[in-house]
T-cell receptor, first 112, second 112 residues
Framework: GAVVSQHPSRVICKSGTSVKIECRSL??????MFWYRQFPKKSLMLMAT?????????EQGVEKDKFLINHASLTLSTLTVTSAHPEDSSFYIC????????FGQGTRLTVV | AQSVTQLGSHVSVSEGALVLLRCNYS??????LFWYVQYPNQGLQLLLK??????LVKGINGFEAEFKKSETSFHLTKPSAHMSDAAEYFC??????????FGAGTTVTVRA
């Protein structure tokens, strides 16, 4: 089956630093990847749509300069949280689309 | 625009009893509808989905859901709950682009 892998699964970073999260489609090529954010005990919110070779499309209210998305190849998209603050602490989940969408296992980001 | 309403943030059932999770949606295009399960600190696992065709959809682990266009509903059921069904369940709606809008989630607890 289609496997989507996120790395790291868990990361703790200091306030003010940047952290990169990778989303890889392991056995298929994904023209489109999506990034979601899940607050504690809350639903998932779509942050942005990432298309290979073009700029990401951000949802309303999502700061594109803070959440940098790069879709460098058909199997890799990265989300970089820049100048992280404690309020950025969250669970970030990606999905990769080829025909249908497949979810990664998520990344727990804690900013201290 | 698309949205999902999950009725009941928490459902408690006895082992062996019927599980019923309610989901209503709104969509300006023919909807694709999904149910996902999430275990603590993990990503999303697809239980089942409706895209087109048969309105009664069978998924994994004995779950099924019925798409009722007239009621804009996609309720999830399982005839007999198992302890392993304790988890968070999300209903989601999207189009064939797989940009998903999620409901707030329903926490299922199973009593022995």
């Amino acid at each position: 089956g289609a496997v989507v892998s996120q790395h790291p699964s868990r990361v703790i970073c200091k306030s003010g630093t940047s952290v990169k999260i990778e989303c890889r489609s392991l056995d298929f090529q994904a023209t489109t990847m999506f990034w979601y954010r899940q607050f504690p005990k809350k639903s998932l919110m779509l942050m942005a749509t990432s298309n290979e070779g073009s700029k990401a499309t951000y949802e309303q209210g999502v700061e594109k300069d803070k959440f940098l998305i790069n879709h460098a190849s058909l199997t890799l998209s990265t989300l970089t949280v820049t100048s992280a603050h404690p309020e950025d602490s969250s669970f970030y989940i990606c999905s990769a689309k080829r025909g249908e969408a497949f979810f990664g296992q998520g990344t727990r980001l804690t900013v201290v | 625009a698309q949205s999902v309403t999950q009725l009941g943030s928490h459902v408690s059932v006895s082992e062996g009893a019927l599980v019923l999770l309610r989901c209503n949606y709104s969509s300006s295009v023919p909807p694709y509808l999904f149910w996902y399960v999430q275990y603590p600190n993990q990503g999303l696992q697809l239980l089942l989905k409706y895209t087109t065709g048969a309105t009664l959809v069978k998924g994994i682990n004995g779950f099924e859901a019925e798409f009722k266009k007239s009621e804009t509903s996609f309720h999830l059921t399982k005839p007999s709950a198992h302890m392993s069904d304790a988890a968070e369940y999300f209903c989601a709606v999207g189009g064939n682009d797989y940009k998903l809008s999620f409901g707030a989630g329903t926490t299922v607890t199973v009593r022995a």
